[in-house]
Every structure is written in structure tokens, then in C-alpha cells.
């Protein structure tokens, strides 16, 4: 038997019938509804938060007393459940804490700590504060979120399964803003969920072959499903063969030491009425093994990770599509698995990029930046007004920011547009300079038109900023480097729970929402490729 039929043998598990919820927006009151838990707000007080007077009107003089006993403050992640059929018509009362500004974050975290906690209830109502667009969208979207469990991979059905019936309680719930804020949640909520489910996938059964497959799978369900009329989303897959035809020489170095071939995939979204032309470029690395420049083994356990770039692209621009945001948008993932084996290439080797530049390899290990270089200068070719790219870059801007913020470079106006959309979609992001001297280090080659990489370790990230620059024809263009929040080595928190986080996706999603609403920063005409700190 071959690695394929083990493979095969391997394979996800569909065979359970996935626990589905279907979804309900009311304005029904939390203290009278049936549901079998309902889940209320605790602020600082401690008190229940907006969404649940009902609820501490029922109690009245007790609450008190209770939220005292089970040692109930408000603080955000805190849960308590309590026995409440004869208070209120809900058997359970779920509480959980808020923090002292229920803000649409602090009820996203919130809704996601709660949807683990009610994993056994047939039905759920939420009670959370979700009288704006904002709130309620953020409710449905950490319920989701907070609730997410990736199963493919067990060899039998979890014990619990999730509740048949969610309602989420809005004394705002027939505003039609209201229902579509959460009706936009639900799609989102669905990108951030395809991201950490190919992110999970473990690498031997998404390579870049099959990522391709399933991105043009999924291409063709949201398709499928869209209204007649609507603009689709057009997926092109360029295999080994085209990519060496075309002197896709990057991807082509970077995928040469596996097994399976490496992949670029474009996907382009054009609406009638589109406002603009967004590029849009992700580093798809299936896994990062480092090649030749190998990785110590503790480095090496997460790199299945290496891919969420892509992924968050590619779910970017299925959820344009689904959203009808009247923005062109053309996308451009590069798919490739970092191995080692004879035909790998080595420090050493110069590689033409895609459009003729040389690089010279000093580390197998800075792969991504080969990879994106030559969706980069296709992405130029599409002659967008403004290019993002997403990726997990590097270690260094893990090592600067920690692991839950992206660091985000390229021209300011750009950058600062980035930063914004980071901010719409409750993902954290800081501004990183490409320093004046980083143009000397990769013009630092003596036989190629740059290096790939230098030794000195200082500034890493940003030097990479500065390499991935040269491929961006003078475009106004960002780059979030996302290594760090990608990944969550620990356990849930909020809406997040271990492993694959799906971040970035919604920030590229409410980038592309500004763009086509034509938000569009004044200085972006005039200083693309304007960068920051000089050289001191
Ligand atoms: N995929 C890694 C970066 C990474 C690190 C992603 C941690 C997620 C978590 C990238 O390809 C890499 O290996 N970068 C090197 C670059 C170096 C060789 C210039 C790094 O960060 O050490
Ligand atoms: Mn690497
Ligand atoms: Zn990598």
C-alpha cells in the first residue's frame, strides 16, 4: 500500500451528521422565553447587563445575593450556571462576565465564551446587549466563533453536540439594520471558520494540489448559491507546468523539494457596479518544514499554519461575492510545501522571480517572500489602484509584537487604511516601518539583483517588508505580517479557541467594504511606496 491509500485510509471524517443550528433574531423577552438555557450579561457591580432588565426584574432583591454567592464580578470571561425554572421560564441561567464596557469586542469575547457553555442545551437564547447593528452582529459572531470545534479528524462523534435552536434576543430585532448586520455576521463567521478549518487540516492532506481543489470547490458552492445576476467569482489554477512556462521561478524553488507540486491560484470577483480594483496576495505555504535550512523541531509543529494567508484571501473575496460589495477585486495565492529532499533548492542557488528579477537564497527558510514575489508581480499586471498582501512572514514580528497583534507595513496612507480596517473587524494590528537601510540590505547580493536574506537577524520583518516592496511596481500596497495571531498554541478564550484563529480575514473583508463604499484616503494618489524612518 501506497502513501495514497493510507492517505485514503486517513481520510476527514464527514461521515457524522454535523451538528447543525439553525438561527433565529427576536425581540421576545429573555425572562419568558422557553429556551433551555438563556445566556445574560454581567457587568461590574456586579449587575446584569443591558438585554437582560427582564431577567434582573425577575430576580429582583435576590440578585444580589446570588451573583455574591457564585462569586459572580462582571470580569470578562467569567461563567456561572444556575437552576432557574422557577424565576424564569429558561431552566438555565447562563452568566457570563462582560468587563465594565460592553462594547461590540467585549460581547463578541463574551457570546464565545458563553456558546461553550451550553454545548448540551437543545436550545439557546442569547441576552446579551445586542440593541445596535454592531452588538448583535458581534453576539452571533463570537457565539459562532467561541463555538467552533474542528472534528474531521476524530475517530468517533464528540460527546456534545451543539444546540439545535439559537435565538439571539434584540429588543432592536425588527430594525432592518439589525437584520442584516446579523445576517452579514453569519457570512463572516462563515470565512473565519473556512480559514481555521483548512489552517487545522494537518499538511499531508492539504497540499498545494488539493488546497487547490478546494478552493475551487469552495469557488463553486458560493456560486452556486448566489442569486442569478449576481457576479461570481472566476478561479484559475496554474499547475507546475504553467507556472515554469510562465517563469514563476519562486514558487517553483520553494515547491521543488516536495512531493506535491506547488500551485498559484487566481480567483477574480468582478461586479458591474464596482467601485475600484483591489489586489489582493497571500502566502499559501502547505507546510515549513525551513528545506535545507531546516527548522529545530519545536519550530517546525505548527507549520501546517504556514497557509492562512491564502486562506484568508481566497475567504475574503468568497465573502465579497457573498456580500455583492460592488469593489473589483482579483486575488492571487501562491501554494507551495517547504521540504527537503534531493531536488529542493539550496542557499546558495539565484531564482528569477516571475518578470525576470534574480534572487539569491542565503536561507531556505525565508520562503514566503519567493512565493508572494510572484503573486505580486501578477497581481501589478491586473493594474489594481491598491495591493494588500497577508502572510505569515516571519518569527521576527512575533518576537516585536507578540502574538496577537499583525504588523502591518507599506506606504502610510495605505497602512493607515489597514489599521482602520483592523479596527472595523476587532483583529489588533500596529504599524512597522520599512527603514530607509533595509534598501541597502537586500541590494546586498553580489551576483543577483537581490538577496533573498542576510544573516543579520535584527529587523528581520522589516527587511522582509522591504524585499516584498520590490515586487509591487510602485502600487500603494500594504503587507500584514500575521505570524504571530494565526495560531493559538493555548486554550479558547472568547471567540477564540485553540489552534487555527482565522485572523485576518475579516480585516481584508472590511478593507474591501471601505474600498467599495469608496472610502479611499486622500494621500494614496500621491505617496505610494512613501515609507518612514530613515536610516539614522
Ligand atoms: N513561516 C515562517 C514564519 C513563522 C514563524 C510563521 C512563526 C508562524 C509562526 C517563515 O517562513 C520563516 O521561517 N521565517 C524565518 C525567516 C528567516 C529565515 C529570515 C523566521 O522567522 O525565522
Ligand atoms: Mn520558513
Ligand atoms: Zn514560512
Redesign the pocket.
Known amino acids: 500500500m501506497g502513501p495514497t491509500s493510507l492517505l485514503a485510509r486517513c481520510a476527514p471524517n464527514d461521515g457524522y451528521p454535523a451538528a447543525v443550528t439553525t438561527y433565529a433574531l427576536r425581540s421576545a423577552s429573555p425572562a419568558k422565553t422557553r429556551a433551555e438555557a438563556v445566556v445574560v450579561g454581567v457587568v461590574p457591580g456586579p449587575a446584569l447587563a443591558p438585554g437582560a432588565e427582564d431577567v434582573a426584574a425577575a430576580y429582583g432583591r435576590k440578585l444580589r445575593g446570588l451573583l455574591s454567592t457564585l462569586e459572580v464580578t462582571g470580569k470578562p470571561g467569567e461563567i456561572a450556571k444556575v437552576p432557574s425554572k422557577d424565576v424564569i421560564g429558561s431552566p438555565l441561567l447562563v452568566l457570563v462576565g462582560l468587563g465594565a464596557d460592553p462594547t461590540p469586542a467585549a460581547v463578541r469575547r463574551a457570546a464565545g465564551a458563553a456558546a461553550r457553555a451550553v454545548t448540551n442545551a437543545a436550545s439557546v437564547a442569547l441576552a446579551l446587549p445586542a440593541d445596535t447593528p454592531e452588538l448583535a452582529a458581534a453576539a452571533i459572531e463570537g457565539y459562532r466563533l467561541g463555538g467552533y470545534t474542528f472534528t474531521s479528524f476524530r475517530s468517533a462523534p464528540a460527546e456534545s453536540a451543539a444546540p439545535a435552536e439559537l435565538v439571539l434576543l434584540s429588543p432592536a430585532a425588527r430594525r432592518k439594520e439589525v437584520v442584516a448586520a446579523v445576517e452579514e455576521a453569519q457570512v463572516i463567521a462563515d470565512a473565519v471558520i473556512g480559514v481555521r478549518d483548512w489552517v487545522n487540516t494537518p499538511p499531508a492532506h492539504l497540499t498545494p494540489p488539493t488546497f487547490a481543489e478546494e478552493i475551487t470547490a469552495a469557488a463553486k458552492a458560493v456560486n452556486k448559491a448566489l442569486g442569478k445576476g449576481a457576479a461570481k467569482v472566476e478561479v484559475s489554477v496554474l499547475d507546475e507546468e504553467e507556472l515554469a512556462a510562465l517563469g514563476c521561478g519562486g514558487t517553483l524553488a520553494v515547491g521543488g523539494g516536495s512531493a506535491a507540486p506547488p500551485r498559484i491560484v487566481e480567483l477574480r470577483y468582478r461586479p458591474a457596479d464596482a467601485n475600484g480594483h483591489v489586489a489582493l496576495v497571500g502566502?499559501g505555504?502547505t507546510y515549513?518544514s525551513?528545506g535545507l535550512?531546516i527548522?529545530p523541531a519545536t519550530?517546525m509543529t505548527?507549520?501546517k499554519?504556514?497557509m492562512a494567508g491564502a486562506a484568508g484571501v481566497v475567504q475574503a473575496v468568497l465573502t465579497a461575492a457573498r456580500l455583492g460589495l460592488p469593489v473589483q477585486v482579483s486575488a492571487f495565492v501562491g501554494l507551495a510545501e517547504?521540504m527537503v529532499s534531493g531536488s529542493s533548492y539550496r542557499p546558495g542557488d539565484v531564482v528569477t522571480i516571475y518578470g525576470g528579477t534574480t534572487v539569491e537564497i542565503a536561507?531556505t527558510?525565508?520562503?514566503?517572500r519567493l512565493v508572494l514575489a510572484d503573486c505580486l508581480v501578477r497581481a501589478a499586471e491586473a493594474e489594481p489602484d491598491v495591493v494588500v498582501d497577508i502572510?505569515?512572514?516571519?518569527?521576527?514580528?512575533?518576537l516585536a509584537l507578540g502574538e496577537k497583534l499583525a504588523g502591518v507595513l507599506g506606504d502610510d496612507a495605505t497602512v493607515a487604511e489597514v489599521l482602520a480596517a483592523g479596527e472595523a473587524a476587532g483583529e489588533d494590528a500596529w504599524p512597522m516601518p520599512i527603514p530607509e537601510f533595509m534598501e541597502t540590505r537586500i541590494h546586498s547580493s553580489t551576483i543577483a539583483d537581490l538577496s533573498q536574506?542576510d544573516w543579520i537577524?535584527w529587523g528581520?520583518?522589516l527587511?522582509?517588508a522591504a524585499f516584498l516592496r520590490e515586487f509591487t511596481a510602485g502600487l500603494p500596497w500594504a503587507h500584514l505580517d500575521?505570524?504571530?495571531p494565526?495560531?493559538n498554541k493555548g486554550g479558547a478564550a472568547g471567540h477564540l479557541t485553540a489552534g487555527a484563529t482565522g485572523y485576518g480575514v475579516t480585516t481584508l473583508v472590511e478593507f474591501l467594504r471601505a474600498r467599495s463604499a469608496g472610502v479611499v484616503p486622500e494621500s494614496v494618489s500621491g505617496d505610494a511606496g512613501a515609507t518612514t524612518p530613515a536610516a539614522s
Open positions: 502566502k505555504i515549513d525551513g535550512s527548522k519550530s505548527s507549520m499554519e504556514d517547504n536561507n527558510d525565508a520562503e514566503g502572510a505569515t512572514l516571519t518569527g521576527h514580528m512575533v536574506h537577524r528581520g520583518g527587511f522582509a500575521i505570524a504571530g494565526t495560531f
